[in-house]
């Protein structure tokens, strides 16, 4: 069985020899490779460059053998490539203009989001044509909520209360954007089915952020419709983080496989869903900065929870942290790939 073979009957729920293994943020600052890659170009940069997003997608594949390959990328090309730009920078983090008015939301320009964001076409076939039929190949987006939230706070936040206050008081508003949103996230995620990628993840990372009764309406609705607009060509992956009262909701969203945080056990999670519902999860992230013998131990412990069960990804709880070691990447790629 090919790593690209495991990872997509995993995500299917049909039998597997072990589960497959990926990391959110595979890509990135806790690989040396790509610290000297950022000596010579700013992020944007190495993201705006097919040769070079394909270059840093395939790092991690090259050291770790990992079963599935994410496209190196971000969730805010997509805002950026309806008008708002933003930028990277070193150890500040994300900025861009925020969202402040109706104008400024009437202003989004949703007439040619796939071909402002042709780059990323380019490096996917180029990642593709690297892998073969080798690893699996994982496009993205973010979840129209998860980019509302930054595009309306002009980047990250410590609270994100901008689009849940919108979300209360001005619904119509609220729904102009996410109609926006949703449409771009749509278009985009389809034009990177049709370069040839084997699932796509929708990230909605602030879901955690509303209140249980709030999600269906501010962030479920939308996730569905992106998810009816890509019409099964593709398994789709939704991670939620921080949403364990809303399974029902997220179930709802038509994914093939839901992300889990660390919070809570995997098999509970997979009990509560309709059986052809993978999880994909759910290591707590800071594990892989403790040491090799420990990653191991909390590395079976969810191997043994999930022994037997169908549709399970081996994932990360949320993204890599930048100071996991090396060392303990491999000891959990290791006993995920000699567990018996
Ligand atoms: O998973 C992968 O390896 C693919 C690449 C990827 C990145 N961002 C690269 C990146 C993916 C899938 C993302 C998604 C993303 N981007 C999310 C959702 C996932 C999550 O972590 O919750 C969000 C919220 C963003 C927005 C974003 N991009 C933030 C808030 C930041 C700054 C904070 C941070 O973690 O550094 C980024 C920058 C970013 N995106 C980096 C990388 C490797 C760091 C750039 C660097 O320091 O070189």
Same mark, same amino acid.
């Given at each position: 069985?090919?790593?690209?073979?495991?990872?997509?009957?995993?995500?299917?729920?049909?039998?597997?020899? #072990?589960?497959?293994?990926?990391?959110?943020?595979?890509?990135?600052?806790?690989?040396?490779?790509?610290?000297?890659?950022?000596?010579?170009?700013?992020?944007?940069?190495?993201? =705006?460059?097919?040769?070079?997003?394909?270059? @840093?997608?395939?790092?991690?594949?090259?050291?770790?053998?990992?079963?599935?390959?994410?496209?190196?990328?971000?969730?805010?090309?997509?805002?950026?490539?309806?008008?708002?730009?933003?930028?990277?920078?070193?150890?500040?983090?994300?900025?861009?203009?925020?969202?402040?008015?109706?104008?400024?939301?009437?202003?989004?320009?949703?007439?040619?989001?796939? !071909?402002?964001?042709?780059?990323?076409?380019?490096?996917?076939?180029?990642?593709?044509?690297?892998?073969?039929?080798?690893?699996?190949?994982?496009?993205?987006?973010?979840?129209?909520?998860?980019?509302?939230?930054?595009?309306?706070?002009?980047?990250?936040?410590?609270?994100?209360?901008?689009? #849940?206050?919108?979300?209360?008081?001005?619904?119509?508003?609220?729904?102009?954007?996410?109609?926006?949103?949703?449409?771009?996230?749509?278009?985009?995620?389809?034009?990177?089915?049709?370069?040839? @990628?084997?699932?796509?993840?929708?990230?909605?990372?602030?879901?955690?952020?509303?209140?249980?009764?709030?999600?269906?309406?501010?962030?479920?609705?939308?996730?569905? !419709?992106?998810?009816?607009?890509?019409?099964?060509?593709?398994?789709?992956?939704?991670?939620?983080?921080?949403?364990?009262?809303?399974?029902?909701?997220?179930?709802?969203?038509?994914?093939? @496989?839901?992300?889990?945080?660390?919070?809570? =056990?995997?098999?509970?999670?997979?009990?509560?869903?309709?059986?052809?519902?993978?999880?994909?999860?759910?290591?707590?992230?800071?594990?892989?900065?403790?040491?090799?013998?420990?990653?191991?131990? !909390?590395?079976?412990?969810?191997?043994?929870?999930?022994?037997?069960?169908?549709?399970? @990804?081996?994932?990360?709880?949320?993204?890599?942290?930048?100071?996991?070691?090396?060392?303990?990447?491999?000891?959990?790629?290791?006993?995920? #790939?000699?567990?018996?």
């Amino acid at each position: 069985m090919t790593n690209r073979q495991r990872f997509t009957n995993a995500c299917r729920c049909q039998p597997v020899d #072990r589960p497959p293994v990926w990391i959110m943020r595979q890509a990135g600052r806790a690989l040396p490779e790509y610290r000297a890659l950022k000596e010579k170009y700013s992020f944007l940069e190495l993201v =705006r460059t097919p040769e070079l997003a394909a270059e @840093v997608t395939l790092q991690p594949i090259r050291r770790f053998d990992f079963d599935a390959a994410i496209i190196f990328s971000d969730i805010l090309v997509v805002p950026e490539a309806l008008g708002q730009s933003y930028q990277f920078l070193e150890g500040k983090g994300i900025e861009m203009k925020p969202l402040q008015s109706a104008e400024d939301i009437g202003r989004l320009d949703t007439t040619a989001v796939c !071909e402002r964001l042709d780059y990323v076409s380019k490096a996917l076939r180029l990642v593709r044509k690297s892998l073969g039929d080798r690893t699996a190949l994982i496009g993205f987006a973010g979840a129209p909520w998860t980019l509302a939230c930054f595009m309306l706070e002009g980047g990250g936040a410590d609270d994100y209360t901008k689009a #849940r206050r919108l979300f209360y008081s001005d619904r119509p508003l609220f729904e102009r954007l996410m109609e926006k949103l949703t449409g771009a996230v749509s278009a985009y995620l389809r034009m990177q089915i049709e370069t040839g @990628v084997d699932a796509v993840q929708i990230f909605d990372s602030l879901g955690g952020t509303l209140a249980s009764d709030a999600f269906a309406a501010a962030s479920g609705r939308w996730i569905t !419709e992106v998810v009816a607009s890509l019409q099964s060509r593709v398994p789709v992956i939704v991670f939620s983080k921080g949403v364990n009262g809303n399974w029902r909701d997220l179930a709802a969203t038509g994914a093939q @496989v839901l992300g889990v945080d660390w919070t809570v =056990r995997l098999s509970e999670v997979r009990a509560r869903l309709p059986q052809n519902i993978g999880v994909q999860g759910n290591l707590d992230p800071l594990v892989l900065t403790t040491t090799p013998e420990i990653v191991a131990a !909390e590395t079976r412990r969810i191997l043994n929870d999930m022994r037997g069960l169908t549709g399970h @990804v081996f994932n990360l709880g949320h993204g890599l942290p930048p100071t996991a070691s090396l060392e303990n990447i491999a000891a959990m790629v290791d006993t995920i #790939r000699t567990f018996a």
